[in-house]
């Protein structure tokens, strides 16, 4: 009643003007700015967590330093802190009174950037589990036969980890698509160059353009479900390379 | 060598993308005046929008903790057609945009909406939808808490209390609960932090007025676009307080969790 009700109220009403006015909605140039600059960015911060997010999750797990734990607590940081805030303080540090002289503010970087803060907690916490059950004698024998470290992490670590680092740089895409509270102050909004599609809806919806909103929200919710199928796709295959 | 080489690259990827920004709260508090944002943040309209906040977590929290075991109880130990969907349909707020949900809950309560016209009472622009709202965005964190973990604790002991005579709720209270009882936990806790951060689904629904229906992150956007900069952090700071003690709740549970 919830979760369904409500959507199936949203995409009745981005149909109210038929398919054509569906369709004149969504390729509106505004619309299609934003849905492009969404896309784009929100690939570019997915492929900079499979690196980046992999990096982390092996420092937690393999290597020890002190405070280490504090470290892993933080990485949750930005699913507890609103997102809001993060967009706030990301303006503060590359805004107009950037302490560090970095003037970012109302760019497309400064979205790409708050996007990275937001979705750093999900690859790490999709690897984090793997590589700590990931048996290392695979490794040590590796070794033995004279393999490098490079070689030791390219063929045996990377492709156990591999389902781990996808599910997470699916999830992280998702919500880079929605995310609005992080953008919304950050980004100032300019159609055609900072407007995102979150926002769009927003502003939309807001000037009294609800069907409009509609239309964009349908295709967001579209991708959404789209990748939601891919992560239970992605675990099937992984839970039966675990049975054979 | 490349050990360290490694250590440092993440540490200082990590001291970029998350201290560097969150640091900036209290640098900025500094500058604009500690005193200025207590002020703004003792204002009536601040208190309320706290207020508000805290009741809509209030409510939607208890509902998303029944809701959420109740599913995880469906999904893991009972076969119903349709059981797929239930899935999908729990995890899709994790993946959906806040906004999308707005908009949904706007067109369906709407004037024009399916359930505007017959319902009596205000529900947009006013807490009812508010509530919808926070309580969709916060439905899958229980259940994806208690799933693996009912997955993980197998029906033995359920089982064993049936043959002995328990009903099926005695069976929940005694045996299935107390198993469970550190992910319903760390659920509640996450699904806490997101009913008080909500910006997105909250904006559209709420209206934002100021001293009825602002939430404590509205209130956020309101101050920075009224160039009450000392208001916006010091709320902040306080918003920023709040998930720290979530961490560290979060922290406490984990070891004991994997303990039990």
Redesign the interface.
Known sequence: MIVALPIAALVSSSRSDGWSGFWSSVSSPEAVAALKLTLVVAALVALTNAVSGTLVAWVLVRDEFPGKSVVNALVDLPFALPTIVAGLVTLALYGPDSPVGIHLAFTRAAIYLVLLFVTLPFVVRTVQPVLLELDRTMEEAARSLGARETAVFFRIVLPNVLPGILSGVAMAFARAVGEIGAIVILSGNLPFRTEVASVYVLEQSQSGNATGAAAVAVLLLAISFAVLLLIGAMRRVATRHERA | M??LA??Y???G??AV??????S??F??IE?EGVGKAWSALTEADTVHAFKVTLILAAIAVPLNTIFGVTCALAIVRRRFPGKGLLN?????????????????????Y?RT??LGPSINIQVLFALPAMV?AT??VS?PFVAREVVPTLREIGDEQEQAAHTLGASGWQTFWRITLPSIRWAVIYGVV?TT?RC?????AV??VSGGISGRTET??LR??DY?ENLNQAG??GI?LA??G???V???V??LLKPKEGAA
């Open positions: 490349r050990r490694v250590r690259a993440a540490l990827y990590l993308v998350l201290l560097a920004p969150i900036m709260i640098w900025r500058a999908a349909f729990v995890d899709l707020p994790l993946a959906l945009s806040p906004v999308v949900v707005g908009l949904s809950l706007f067109l369906l709407g909406g399916w919808l309580v969709f439905v996450l932090a008080l951060g909500e910006y997105g904006a559209i404590a992150t956020v956007q920075y916006a952090y902040s918003l920023c709040v998930a720290l979530v961490l560290a979060m922290t």
